[in-house]
Nanobody, 123 residues
Framework: QVQLVESGGGLVQAGGSLRLSCAAS????????MGWFRQAPGKEREFVAA????????WYADSVKGRFTISRDNTKNAVYLQMNSLKPEDTAAYSC????????????????WGQGTQVTVSS
C-alpha cells in the first residue's frame, strides 16, 4: 500500500477557491490511479474526482465538473485538487485515495486512504 497525507483544507467563503494536496510515500506512486472523495456529516462518502496513472485521463462527479480540477505530479509523488467557485454544499472532509483498478469511481476499489482534510464553505 501507499501512505497518503492530505493538506490544504480550511474555511472559505462561497465563490472562493482552495487547493488540496495529497503527498504519497511507500510504493511507486505512478502505479496508482488517484482519487479524491468527500464525506459530509450524516452523509455517505462520495466520489469527487480521479486521475489516471500518467495523468492523461480524468473523471469527475457531475456536481463538481467545471469547478474542480484534479492533477498529479509523479516526480513529486503528489496529487492535487483545485477547487473553484466553492459552494456551501461542498463542505465536507476530503480524502485522497489510491487504486490499482483503472477508472474506478467506487470507494471500494481504492486500497489506500489518507486521513482527510476538512473543507468548510460559508454562505
Amino acid at each position: 500500500q501507499v501512505q497518503l497525507v492530505e493538506s490544504g483544507g480550511g474555511l472559505v467563503q462561497a465563490g472562493g477557491s482552495l487547493r488540496l494536496s495529497c503527498a504519497a510515500s511507500g510504493r511507486t506512486f505512478s502505479n496508482y490511479v488517484m482519487g479524491w472523495f468527500r464525506q459530509a456529516p450524516g452523509k455517505e462518502r462520495e466520489f469527487v474526482a480521479a486521475i489516471s496513472r500518467a495523468g492523461v485521463r480524468t473523471w469527475y462527479a457531475d456536481s463538481v465538473k467545471g469547478r474542480f480540477t484534479i492533477s498529479r505530479d509523479n516526480t513529486k509523488n503528489a496529487v492535487y485538487l483545485q477547487m473553484n467557485s466553492l459552494k456551501p454544499e461542498d463542505t465536507a472532509a476530503y480524502s485522497c485515495a489510491a487504486a490499482v483498478r483503472y477508472g474506478s469511481v467506487q470507494a471500494v476499489d481504492y486500497d489506500s486512504w489518507g486521513q482527510g482534510t476538512q473543507v468548510t464553505v460559508s454562505s
